[in-house]
């Protein structure tokens, strides 16, 4: 049962420039999340899909948008990258959107040059 | 705004001691709180509490919550090396809103 899978594992970029993360989530689950994970501190929310829509948004800039596609798999991304948005960008699935239990793949580490 | 606050930051522990790591919030509109381990990168899950004053065990691993005084303990016994890693608190409602972690090292 394969959990959930992210690519790339890193990625170095420029300020200015672009940037697409992929996630597919946990076999089962048809509900993905997005975390941005700053060092040295906790996950914070960027935003939930459910249903190839965007159903909650934290407290993040339009900058970062996402996608879900009908096989549940999704992508992040950003532009105009700033030097602030080098970070460890996790993806967690769930069964349902209200299901609190989340399971994690094992990032995209960022690095913002 | 949501706030979840984890002690200690870090600490540092021999194997076969016991750790107890404190986790308080102040959320609205509380469902659950979480206890995740971060080794390396990904965040495994360990627990879910709901209920207040029900103890949660697995193997060496225990956790409680305190839904009254808003806050929730998770104790490791006899620590193993591979304990150590950061262990993440987080309280749920429409998302999961996470501490800062507790880095755990255990020395052999």
């Known amino acids: 049962d394969a959990g959930v899978t992210q690519s790339p594992t890193h990625l170095i970029k420029t300020r200015g420039q672009q940037v697409t993360l992929r996630c597919s989530p946990k076999?089962?689950?048809?509900?993905v999340s997005w975390y941005q994970q700053a060092l040295g501190q906790g996950p914070q929310f960027i935003f939930q899909?459910?249903?190839?829509?965007?159903?909650q948004r934290g407290n993040f800039p339009d900058r970062f948008s996402g996608h879900q596609f009908p096989n549940y798999s999704s992508e992040l991304n950003v532009n105009a990258l700033l030097l602030g948005d080098s970070a460890l960008y996790l993806c967690?699935?769930?069964?349902?959107?209200?299901?609190?239990?989340?399971?994690f793949g094992s990032g995209t580490q960022l690095s913002v040059l | 705004e949501d706030k979840v606050v984890q002690s200690p930051l870090s600490l540092v522990v021999h194997e076969g001691d016991t750790v107890t790591l404190n986790c308080s919030y102040e959320v609205t509109n509380f469902r659950s709180l979480l206890w995740y381990k971060q080794e390396k990168k990904a965040p495994t899950f360990l627990f879910m509490l709901?209920?207040?004053?029900i103890e949660k065990k697995s193997g060496r691993l225990s956790s409680i919550l305190d839904k009254k005084e808003l806050f929730s303990i998770l104790n490791i016994t006899a620590t193993q090396t591979g304990d150590s890693a950061i262990y993440l608190c987080a309280v749920a409602h429409y998302k999961l809103s996470f501490g800062a972690g507790t880095t755990v090292t255990v020395r052999a």
């Open positions: 967690a699935s769930s069964l349902t959107p209200t299901n609190e239990k989340l399971f």
């Open positions: 076999s089962g689950h048809d509900t």
């Open positions: 899909y459910y249903e190839e829509e965007e159903r």
């Open positions: 709901t209920s207040s004053g």
